[in-house]
Each structure stands twice: as C-alpha cells, then as structure tokens.
C-alpha cells in the first residue's frame, strides 16, 4: 500500500511516486516537503543520498503553472554530472503532470542547440551556474517569471568557485519568489548566502543518527608510509576486489599517476578531472556506472552527482583537505541501504588533516598499519561486464527498448545479462555481462536494430 503521505501532494503525484518505488518519505523530505509545497524559503542540511533531490523536485512539479510555458524553476548545481542526475530525477517525478519541459544547461556541450532547445520554451531549467549566466547574458533565458529558485549542494557550489556567477543569477531573478537552499554541511558562507537571498526559511537538519537507518559506511584508516600509497591502494583493491570502487585524489596529475599504477598493475581503472573534454568525461561515466570499469580515480569533481547508488568502496589516496570534503566523498559509498566502506591513507606529514578530522567530529581517529596491505600481491579481476559502443542515437531514434529488443530477440541473450543502456544523439551504450560479450558483439554487429546495420564496438578505460 501506498506510504508517501505528505500533506497537499495531488493523487497524480502520489500515484506516480508509487510507480516510481518510493514507498516512505526519508527525513528531509518529511521535514522540508509540506514547506515547500506551502511556498516558503528553506534551508535544508543533510547528508549526500538523504533523498535531497525529491524533497526539491516533488515541490517544483507540484506548484507549476504548466498552462503558462515559461521557466517557473530553476535548479543550479556545482558539476554537469549532478545537473544530469537532478533533471532525470524531475523529468521522472514530472509524469505526474502533463506535458512539463525540463532543460539541463551545463558548460562542456555547444550552446548552440541550447539556445534552440530554450527558443521553444520550458517550466523548469537545471544547470551550473556558469553556463545558466552565460544565457541570461545573451538573452536566451530570461527568469521574469520564476517562482522557485533552487541552490542544490550549496556548500560545494561556493567551494568551486561559483560565487559570482551566483550572485548574478540571483540578481536577474524576481524578487518575490521561493528559494531553496540544500547542502551537506554548513559553513558561514552558505548561511551568509541565506541571509542575503531568503525570507525568514524555514531549517531543515537532519542528524546523521536519524540517517543511521539507511546507509551503513564504515570507515578504515591506514597510515602508511610517504609515497607507498599507490602500493598500499594495489593492495586494498586485491583484497576487497569490488564491482565499483571511487578512488579521491587531490590533483589532476595524482590521478593520472594512480591510474597509470593500476592499469600496469593490471588493474582495470580511469581517470576523471578537469582536463578532460567532456566526452570523455561522459564515456568514463557510463563505463563506470555499467560496472564496466570497476576503478575510477577522480578529483572532488566527482563527489557530487554520480548516480551510483551500489558504490560499495570508496578510497582516499590522502585526507581530504576539509572535514566537509571528506563527508562529502566518504556519502558516496553506503547508500540506498547498502553497506559500503571508506578507506582513507595517510602518510605522518599528513596527520594534522586526521587531527583537524578528529576535532570536527569531536572522538579519536584510531588507524591502522598500512604495512599489512603492502605485502599483499596485486591481484586484479575482469570487470562484471563490457560496454558496447553503438553509432547510432537519438538522431536516429534509437531507444533503450530497440537494443534491448536486438539483446535479447534477434541475439538470443537473457534479459539479465543485459545491463544499463545510455542513449546520446549519435551514439548509444549497452553494458553486457563479460561472459557473453563477444556473442552479443557479433549478434549487434551482423543483425539489425529498426531495420538498420549500425557499426558496433567494445569500449574501454582510455579507448
């Protein structure tokens, strides 16, 4: 029976909640919802995987005006990945309604077809700060009329940087609207953030102990040796050999370093930072998420808006340079009911940063003796599955349904061993079990996926 009981939510969206699998609002949303369903100012803190996203998104459709088709809703956001995750999040939860237009404007893409996709109008823009004022400044968005105003993971949006561009968002928008704040942690700028661009908000915290049902991470740290990390990493990965594992590094070059390591090792792992265009960036993803790479080693770039939501392992090649950081990296793993465990190295030069950690959260940080896993020999695994590369996409309108129906009709393959598949303008993916590879490889490469031959190739970590 249906549990998503929240004051003033229509039927259409209860009915569409439980189409979705949500059965009982998390926390922040039974805290925050009826808020901001009411149209008040929130500030909400809680912790990476409590369920942010709905507690906003349920609101935005829900108080739309979908007869007048202008943005009522905007959502900024610190990295394109979040931005991906929170508009697929929306356009789900906008099947409640008919017929709401969702738009994501992110930096890394041309802004050619972004202007034509926002020259037809929408109810709802998603985006990082940059790419949203690059717009306001040409004049192809304009935000008369916005209603809702949402800062998703505020505290990692004025840690990159994003002040300025926010600020000038904000600006350029009414001034009787709602805003929303949502954030992992705290810090005066966020609050004096708040001060500056809401009305009397309601607060919204919630305690990691009333969180304590839903993820379980336990947490291990190793003081190792300075420049034995690497080793000691090879040898954590051959002990615990997980399907996916999230390595933090504190640069671009300290993650290059790791992967080429690992990879030698023979290790399948990819890098993720900045200095990567953004196809690549996207490919990596999706090898990532299908479970096709099991390593990846990326920069705090990545400590937001990954949609994983089984990451049972997440390293630190050294302590993050903040306790808020290191919350934010370590909320990775643990989520959506699952244990997962936090594993962080440090050498003696970096023990304050453990210090500094102890002193936040108040009780002794008790590592271990990373000798141990220096003595055990890399012993790398085949990842569970393999990405193939499809040349055909939305242009040709291909559908997840089109290469499931190839998989699994023409091919012959069991539905199960087809895992997910990414959709893009002139490609798609489909993620394969390993052990059929090489057959369903062939199968796509001689049969027909809506009457047409599309070439098709296997993807890997650096290809």
């Known amino acids: 029976m249906m549990s998503f009981q929240i004051p003033g939510l229509s039927q259409a969206m209860l009915d569409n909640l439980g189409n979705l699998g949500f059965s009982q609002p998390t926390p922040v949303q039974q805290q925050a919802l009826p808020v901001v369903l009411a149209g008040q100012d929130v500030i909400a803190m809680a912790r990476t995987g409590s369920g942010k996203t709905a507690a906003f998104g349920i609101g935005l459709v829900e108080r739309l005006d979908v007869r007048r088709f202008s943005v009522q809703g905007l959502v900024l956001c610190p990295t394109r990945e979040l931005a991906d995750q929170v508009a697929r999040a929306i356009r789900e939860l906008a099947r409640s309604r008919h017929n709401v237009k969702v738009l994501t404007l992110c930096g890394g893409t041309p802004i050619g077809p972004q202007i034509g996709s926002l020259s037809h109008g929408a109810h709802i823009v998603v985006g990082t700060p940059g790419r949203v004022k690059d717009h306001l400044d040409k004049g192809t968005l304009t935000l008369d009329r916005l209603r809702t105003l949402v800062l998703d993971e505020a505290d990692r949006m004025l840690d990159m940087g994003f002040e300025e561009a926010v600020n000038a968002i904000v600006d350029r ?73 999230l390595v933090f590094c504190a640069t671009r070059q300290q993650c290059d370093d790791v992967v080429l390591y690992l990879t030698r090792q023979g290790f399948t792992a990819a890098a993720l930072h900045g200095d990567m265009d953004q196809k690549d960036r996207d490919q990596v993803l999706i090898l990532f998420a299908s479970q096709s790479c099991p390593i990846l080693v990326a920069t705090d770039v990545a400590a937001r808006g990954l949609d994983i939501d089984d990451l049972p392992l997440v390293v630190n090649m050294e302590p993050a340079r903040s306790p808020e950081t290191h919350t934010h990296r370590i909320g990775r793993t643990g989520r959506a009911g699952n244990e997962g465990l936090a594993v962080t190295f440090f050498s003696p030069s970096r023990a ?27 012993t790398p695994w085949r990842p569970a599955r393999v990405t193939l590369c499809i040349a055909g996409g939305r242009k040709e309108k291909v559908r997840p349904g089109d290469i499931l129906g190839a998989l699994t009709g023409e091919a012959g393959l069991p539905g199960d061993v087809v895992g997910k598949i990414a959709i893009q303008d002139y490609q798609s993916f489909v993620a394969v079990d390993s052990a059929v590879a090489g057959k369903a490889l062939r199968r796509l490469e001689e049969g027909r996926i809506k009457g047409r031959r599309f070439r098709v190739r296997a993807v890997s970590p650096g290809l």
């Open 352 to 378: 304050h940063k453990i210090a500094r950690l102890e002193q936040a959260r108040g009780y002794e940080i008790e590592p271990l003796d990373g000798g141990a896993l220096l003595s055990v020999k890399p």
């Open 173 to 245: 928008c009414p001034e009787r609207r709602q805003t929303l704040l949502f954030s992992a942690t705290w810090p005066d700028h966020v609050r004096r953030l708040s001060e500056r661009y809401q009305r009397d908000p309601v607060s919204v915290t919630v305690e990691e102990r009333a969180e304590a049902a839903a993820p379980a991470i336990r947490e291990t740290f190793y003081e190792v040796a300075e420049g034995q990390e690497q080793e000691a990493l090879a040898g954590l990965l051959s002990t615990q050999r997980p399907p996916s594992c």
